[in-house]
């Protein structure tokens, strides 16, 4: 009976841990709407243009390059959670982790800087840095509504992490493709919608020109 018992177990777990990653990568999904809706937010309130990867910010408290500086999950948190990550350094001493929209329960490792957890999302590098007086072509600033094809152009990602806040990198690159969900990555596009891509199987010049960047 006992061994009746265990070979049902062995046959139906796979299946269970497959129905339970499947909730993970639907509750992903939603996820990424809720950045993508909090970007359509960000550029309502700064002339159209989308959140950056790193740009000013009026307080930072993780951006290694001086309290007026931030990462893209600072600048877009109140967008998304409806209040500021942290208010004051007392306030970020406390914090511990970022709001759930901006972790994926598949991955078990966040990005995480100075000692504080923050997402398990990436955003497309090419969107925008404050670097683009170095970069001009390549990290301007974009406005929402000038994108061509919002459909094609991903701004939010599933990112390996630790250590992966953006992405721009070929198809190939396997340090920064999250690959959490079955060999699949959870992406939102400019336009609001979110989808599972296999982004590594794109071909190359695809993956550059129309999914990461290319043209706006």
């Known amino acids: 009976m006992i061994a009746i018992i265990a070979i049902l177990a062995g046959m139906l777990l796979p299946a269970l841990n497959q129905a339970r990653e499947r909730g993970r990568a639907a509750n992903c999904i939603n996820n990424l709407k809720q950045l993508g809706v909090g970007n359509v937010f960000y550029a ?9 990867r790193n740009g000013p910010y009026e307080q930072s408290y993780f951006c290694p390059g001086g309290p007026k500086e931030a990462y893209w999950y600072e600048m877009l948190y109140s ?30 490792e966040q990005y995480e800087v100075s000692g504080k957890k923050t997402t398990t999302y990436g955003i497309n590098g090419r969107i925008g840095s404050v670097y683009g007086t170095v970069f001009e072509q390549a990290y301007r600033p974009r406005k929402l509504s000038a994108c061509r094809r919002p459909s094609a152009k991903a701004v939010f990602c599933d ?18 493709w999250g690959n959490a969900h079955n060999k699949m990555d959870n992406v939102v596009f400019a336009d609001g919608h979110a989808a599972a891509v296999n982004a590594r199987g794109m071909n190359a010049d695809d993956f550059e020109k129309d999914f990461v960047l290319g043209e706006w």
């Open 44 to 52: 309502d309130a700064y002339d159209d243009y989308v959140v950056l």
């Open 79 to 108: 967008f998304v959670v409806g209040s500021p990550m942290a208010s004051s350094t007392e306030e970020f001493n406390n914090f511990k982790e970022m709001h759930k929209s901006f972790v994926c329960s598949s991955v078990q």
């Open 159 to 176: 990112a390996k992490n630790p250590g992966a806040y953006f992405f721009e990198a070929g198809n190939s690159d396997t340090a920064v």
